[in-house]
């Protein structure tokens, strides 16, 4: 088996791939209102030259594929690109970060086609503050989200970002939701990206605060999940609902990092907290070999940063969230 690894001995195993960096969503931490920098179509990558850099990834040591965005069911060609994702020999885990919007329409077709494990934003239970943080319909949502469990994609997790005056009172009803239907649930701290992720700093809640709460109210013990990637989970005793805990500002995870992200436009950014990044598209586009791509991918994982740089870089990172797919 091959192995991919970076210069501090991180073994570099998953790729996020953001399929699309356009969105039916304005979640104002991630896409402002207004905002309309997106990536033109001439300048994406063709479905042919996805498929070719998850393949030589795969080649390489990838095992972990998660689609992203952007809302990634917006791409009409999705699911011809799972099919092809899930031909790959080498790929054992595909899964998909969706808003829900269009789940209900998607669900089946997600899951003949390989995808087992989705991850789903869900950041209110009340429509008004949900219209409020992300301009969209609740119910299309919850909907999405009731089609994927009846239809059996399993793990269903949802991700919640926490942000103080808006949603930190909800705390509990998303507790007793995923209680309710066997969702794991993972908090988010805001994170500096982009002028959206810049502005919701001002709603910043530490994650310290949102576990003392629970366990004021639950008793918790420590649990480990499969595919935890950064998250930290705790379970609530006599239940099987397990709390995750996204916390890139209060603690860093750097050192277990095992992960890049592509864009749609074929940037290989080697961290989501630094600008450090190569561009594949030039080089696809001029027909480079299997091998040469390989070489390239190598070089490239070796120019992975030791950790992101959020806290020092207080003016945030410039590009837009769903670039990179979080
Ligand atoms: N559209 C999909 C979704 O919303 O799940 C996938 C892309 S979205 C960029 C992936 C994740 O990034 C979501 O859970 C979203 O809440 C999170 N996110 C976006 N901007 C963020 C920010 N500034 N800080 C923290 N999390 C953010
Ligand atoms: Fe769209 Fe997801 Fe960003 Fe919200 S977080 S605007 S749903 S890409």
């Given at each position: 088996?091959?192995?991919?690894?970076?210069?501090?001995?991180?073994?570099?195993?998953?790729?996020?791939?953001?399929?699309?960096?356009?969105?039916?969503?304005?979640?104002?931490?991630?896409?402002?209102?207004?905002y309309?920098?997106?990536?033109?179509?001439?300048?994406?990558?063709?479905?042919?030259?996805?498929?070719?850099?998850?393949?030589?990834?795969?080649?390489?040591?990838?095992?972990?594929?998660?689609?992203?965005?952007?809302?990634?069911?917006?791409?009409?060609?999705?699911?011809?690109?799972?099919?092809?994702?899930?031909?790959?020999?080498?790929?054992?885990?595909?899964?998909?970060?969706?808003?829900?919007?269009?789940?209900?329409?998607y669900?089946?077709?997600?899951k003949?086609?390989?995808?087992?494990?989705?991850?789903?934003?869900l950041?209110?239970?009340?429509?008004?503050?949900?219209?409020?943080?992300?301009q969209?319909?609740?119910?299309?949502?919850?909907?999405?989200?009731?089609?994927?469990?009846?239809?059996?994609?399993?793990?269903?997790?949802?991700?919640?970002?926490?942000?103080?005056?808006?949603?930190?009172?909800?705390?509990?009803d998303?507790?007793?939701?995923?209680?309710?239907?066997?969702?794991?649930?993972?908090?988010?701290?805001?994170?500096?990206?982009?002028?959206?992720?810049?502005?919701?700093?001002?709603?910043?809640?530490?994650?310290?605060?949102?576990?003392?709460?629970?366990?004021?109210?639950?008793?918790?013990?420590?649990?480990?999940?499969?595919?935890?990637?950064?998250?930290?989970?705790?379970?609530?005793?006599?239940t099987?609902?397990?709390?995750?805990?996204?916390?890139?500002?209060?603690?860093?995870?750097?050192?277990?990092?095992?992960?890049?992200?592509?864009?749609?436009?074929?940037?290989?950014?080697?961290?989501?907290?630094?600008?450090?990044?190569?561009?594949?598209?030039?080089?696809?586009?001029?027909?480079?070999?299997?091998?040469?791509?390989?070489?390239?991918?190598r070089?490239?994982?070796?120019?992975?940063?030791?950790?992101?740089?959020?806290?020092?870089?207080?003016?945030?990172?410039?590009?837009?969230?769903?670039?990179?797919?979080?």
């Amino acid at each position: 088996m091959t192995i991919l690894c970076d210069n501090f001995g991180r073994k570099i195993e998953y790729l996020r791939l953001s399929v699309t960096d356009r969105c039916d969503f304005r979640c104002f931490y991630c896409i402002p209102k207004g905002y309309n920098d997106f990536v033109q179509p001439e300048s994406w990558l063709t479905l042919d030259q996805i498929v070719c850099v998850v393949r030589i990834f795969s080649e390489l040591g990838i095992s972990k594929v998660r689609l992203t965005g952007g809302e990634p069911l917006v791409r009409k060609d999705l699911p011809e690109m799972i099919e092809r994702f899930h031909a790959l020999p080498e790929i054992e885990d595909l899964s998909l970060s969706t808003n829900a919007s269009q789940l209900a329409k998607y669900a089946a077709v997600l899951k003949e086609n390989g995808v087992g494990r989705i991850n789903v934003s869900l950041d209110s239970l009340n429509p008004e503050t949900f219209k409020q943080i992300t301009q969209g319909d609740l119910q299309a949502v919850i909907d999405g989200l009731m089609e994927a469990k009846r239809i059996g994609l399993s793990p269903i997790k949802i991700n919640m970002v926490v942000m103080k005056g808006l949603n930190d009172h909800e705390i509990s009803d998303m507790v007793n939701f995923c209680l309710e239907h066997d969702f794991t649930l993972r908090f988010i701290e805001t994170m500096p990206i982009g002028e959206g992720g810049v502005n919701a700093t001002d709603y910043y809640v530490s994650l310290d605060d949102v576990r003392a709460e629970l366990e004021s109210k639950h008793d918790l013990e420590p649990t480990i999940m499969r595919g935890a990637g950064p998250a930290t989970y705790l379970r609530v005793k006599g239940t099987n609902l397990r709390i995750g805990f996204i916390t890139p500002m209060s603690q860093h995870f750097c050192e277990t990092c095992n992960r890049v992200r592509l864009t749609v436009e074929g940037t290989l950014f080697l961290c989501l907290g630094q600008q450090t990044n190569v561009e594949l598209r030039p080089l696809l586009q001029q027909g480079i070999s299997d091998e040469e791509l390989k070489d390239v991918l190598r070089k490239a994982i070796q120019l992975k940063p030791k950790q992101h740089d959020f806290q020092e870089e207080k003016g945030g990172i410039a590009r837009v969230m769903s670039l990179t797919g979080g």
